[in-house]
């Protein structure tokens, strides 16, 4: 499966932004599938994951509450929903295809090249 990101830009505080993550080769139709973050100068950290379904979701603390992750099946894409975006928020943005917990995510082997986000204060 290749995966490919879109819908980075840039934003003012308390803005929202829709990332997209389709796949190029293969599909993400029937996969667990998760966003991750790196912000500049740190470690990839993990943000919110959908089980196949779409029924079941789990997201990092710091995004409960204003990011929201979706599904299409029939568009074979997967959504980050980002709303009243803070500073703290900005980072390269990636999906990933993995493995979903109840109370977690194990990444996997598939990333997209990832997707610019910057917030301004």
């Known amino acids: 499966v290749q995966l490919v990101e879109s819908g980075g830009g840039l934003v003012q505080a308390g803005g929202s932004l829709r990332l997209s993550c389709v796949a190029s080769?293969?599909?993400?139709?029937?996969?667990?599938m998760a966003w991750f973050r790196q912000a500049a100068g740190k470690e990839r950290e993990f943000v919110a994951s959908?089980?196949?379904?779409?029924?079941?979701?789990y997201y990092a603390n710091s995004v409960k509450g204003r990011f929201t992750i979706a599904r299409d099946k029939a568009k074979n894409t997967v959504y980050l929903q980002m709303n009243s975006l803070k500073p703290d928020d900005t980072a390269v943005y990636y999906c990933?295809?993995?493995?979903?917990?109840?109370?977690?995510?194990?990444?996997?082997?598939?990333w997209g090249q990832g997707t610019q986000v910057t917030v301004s204060t």
């Open positions: 080769q293969g599909t993400v139709r029937d996969l667990d």
């Open positions: 990933n295809s993995g493995g979903f917990l109840s109370d977690g995510y194990i990444s996997g082997a598939y």
């Open positions: 959908t089980n196949w379904s779409g029924g079941a979701k």
